[in-house]
């Protein structure tokens, strides 16, 4: 089916946007392995944060690295919230580890350090790692996490894939990613960002063949790196950063007024941070998805549902709040370039489906 109004338009850097960058490409004849944008690009994104930062080929793989970097016992349970993407899941598998689901906060639909420590209270067997999600990339509580981890004897990695505006440096890894969908898009990308040096260097050799200076293998690993061409495309979105985060700003603020009376509106989104997604609460977002697409309009359940339900995952849990959530979260139409005409006909299309009911909470 074809929608008038599509839920997702990405907007990278223009080819002329480009060009200074694949100049330098075509210069230096050096298009992986860390190579002098790569290494500008860690400097950027570590100026950017005030904490060092090291690109990957993408968000998933970083997650992998970081668990792998920690040396964890393999089969050991990665406590994480069901209400995520598959990829933390399936970064906690690749890491030769046991994903470990639980609920989360109702208020914003994270795990939390106090979640995590009643986890591991009641959990039947040891837990080795912990994996906190931004819920499209709504902030985590970054020092209560790093004070979790300095309580107990287990890795803490941080998904803040859709995190770019609001993920904050600490001693534990925040991995973000640069997928053509997140707020600062490379096509394909990402980086951990971490105080901790010495946990950043295992990585470097986790993603690199599990090498060491000497080229020789010394520990599990594999191709995590980030080309020099995806360097080239998140340097340019760096360069543009200031105005697309504005242009984000506006375009969220615009759907909240539009939606806010509908649908329950994340805390924060659109003024205290950015993200480019709108996810929003709707009583019955079942019945209020198939409305809106009779309107035309895309919407989409970025997350697919619990993970706890996906078949590779499903562990037979009951988890009351992730599934209300998963039930009444729905991802509206929300790209740059969205103009007055389509939030209207969005806007008209929700007051068309809602006129006979109360306003939904
Ligand atoms: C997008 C996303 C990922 C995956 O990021 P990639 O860079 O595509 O691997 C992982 N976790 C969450 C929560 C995401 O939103």
């Known amino acids: 089916m074809s929608f008038s109004l599509p839920v997702m338009r990405p907007l990278l850097p223009t080819r002329r946007a480009l060009a200074p960058y694949l100049r330098r490409i075509d210069h230096n004849r050096w298009y992986s392995n860390m190579g002098p944008l790569a290494q500008e690009l860690a400097l950027r ?6 904490a060092p930062a090291l690109p990957l080929a993408n968000a998933t793989v970083g997650l992998t690295a970081a668990l792998l970097a920690h040396d964890l016992p393999p089969g050991g349970r990665c406590l994480m919230p069901s209400w995520s993407f598959a990829a933390t899941a399936q970064a906690a598998r690749m890491a030769g580890l046991t994903p470990f689901f639980c609920d989360v906060a109702p208020e914003h639909g994270q795990l939390t350090p106090q979640l995590a420590e009643q986890s591991l209270a009641t959990a039947a067997g040891p837990v080795v790692a912990v994996m906190p999600v931004c819920p499209f990339g709504h902030p985590v509580d970054w020092l209560g996490w790093q004070d979790f981890r300095r309580r ?17 440096a600490s001693e534990i890894p925040a991995v973000v ?14 980086y951990a960002l971490c105080r901790d040096e010495e946990l950043l ?4 050799r986790v993603i690199n063949f599990g090498m060491d200076e000497s080229r020789q293998s010394v520990t599990l690993g594999g191709n995590g790196k980030l080309s020099e061409y995806h360097a080239a495309v998140a340097l340019a979105g760096l360069d ?15 759907l909240r007024r539009a939606v806010g009376d509908f649908a329950h509106w994340p805390a924060g989104l ?33 997350w697919s549902g619990p993970l706890h339900r996906h078949p590779a995952f ?40 809602n006129h006979d009911r109360p306003a939904t909470r």
């Open 270 to 302: 659109g003024d205290a941070y950015v993200t480019s997604t709108a996810c929003v609460g709707f009583a019955d977002s079942w019945a209020m998805e198939q409305a809106l697409r009779d309107h035309g309009i895309e919407t989409r359940r970025w």
């Open 45 to 50: 994104l570590g100026h950017h944060h005030g």
């Open 240 to 254: 543009h950063w200031p105005q697309r985060r504005r242009r984000l700003a506006t375009l969220l603020g615009r």
């Open 201 to 204: 260097r295992r990585m470097v």
């Open 152 to 168: 107990h004897s287990v890795a803490v990695i941080i998904d803040a894939a859709a995190a770019f505006d609001t993920v904050q």
């Open 177 to 190: 990613s640069l997928h053509a969908t997140k707020a600062l898009g490379a096509g394909e990308g990402g």
């Open 314 to 353: 499903a562990d037979g849990q009951q988890l009351p709040i992730t599934e209300h959530l998963a039930a009444t979260t729905l991802g509206l139409p929300c790209w740059i370039g969205m103009g007055r005409t389509e939030i209207t006909a969005l806007a008209q299309a929700l007051a068309h489906v």
